[in-house]
Antibody, heavy 118, light 111 residues
Framework: EVQLVESGGGLVQPGGSLRLSCAASGFTVSSNYMSWVRQAPGKGLEWVSVIYSGGSTYYADSVKGRFTISRHNSKNTLYLQMNSLRAEDTAVYYC????????????WGQGTMVTVSS | QSALTQPASVSGSPGQSITISCTGTSSDVGSYNLVSWYQQHPGKAPKLMIYEVSKRPSGVSNRFSGSKSGNTASLTISGLQAEDEADYYCCSYAGSSTFWVFGGGTKLTVL
């Protein structure tokens, strides 16, 4: 079964750090474009970051310089290292596979909640 | 403020049709036929319903259809059913600097 399972969310103080994980099954992370998309409470979706199959990484301006996307090929897992966290980073973070055949995010995880608060 | 503009809410009765608009700019919706639509039930992950403006993934009902004209994309749901009640989000590729932009979401209520 094709599946994504996120973990690592929680409560963190402003300025703190957190690392999110996304374990994939049923397909190979390193052969696909993988993204993080977030959703602030009661708000819409916001694209955060992508890592291409070739390893190139890109970020939304709102997180550039603070967040780092990476993957561990043998663990078939995607990561998001979040540093210098701000209150406005509070959101549910979803990992998603971007299908180049469909040019769309076709597989989503269930999400993990990150709360930035003192 | 989201990059793409959607109505906050739409409603319809069972069996009716509704259309949700998604307005962008010439830098995103207007430049690329790479608009997708996602359905999200409360507390659940988004689900891909339409890709490349008007294509449906296997398993998605043919009651869902998409179109685009200029800078505005649309999602039409015909023969409304109770299970269609959810939030719907549009998404467009916006070039190699911005990458992907989403709409603010539309809450569909089936009366």
């Amino acid at each position: 079964e094709v599946q994504l399972v996120e973990s690592g969310g929680g409560l963190v103080q402003p300025g703190g750090s957190l690392r999110l994980s996304c374990a994939a099954s049923g397909f190979t992370v390193s052969s696909n474009y993988m993204s993080w998309v977030r959703q602030a409470p009661g708000k819409g979706l916001e694209w955060v970051s992508v890592i291409y199959s070739g390893g190139s990484t890109y970020y939304a301006d709102s997180v550039k310089g603070r967040f780092t996307i990476s993957r561990h090929n043998s663990k078939n897992t995607l990561y998001l290292q979040m540093n210098s966290l701000r209150a406005e980073d509070t959101a549910v973070y979803y990992c998603a596979r971007f299908s180049t055949g469909r040019d769309a995010f076709d597989i989503w995880g269930q999400g993990t909640m990150v709360t930035v608060s003192s | 403020q989201s990059a793409l503009t959607q109505p906050a809410s739409v409603s319809g009765s069972p069996g009716q049709s509704i259309t949700i608009s998604c307005t962008g700019t010439s830098s995103d919706v207007g430049s690329y036929n790479l608009v997708s639509w996602y359905q999200q039930h409360p507390g659940k992950a988004p689900k891909l319903m339409i890709y490349e403006v008007s294509k449906r993934p296997s398993g998605v009902s043919n009651r869902f259809s998409g179109s685009k004209s200029g800078n505005t994309a649309s999602l039409t749901i015909s023969g409304l059913q109770a299970e269609d009640e959810a939030d719907y989000y549009c998404c467009s590729y916006a070039g190699s600097s911005t990458f992907w932009v989403f709409g603010g979401g539309t809450k569909l209520t089936v009366l």
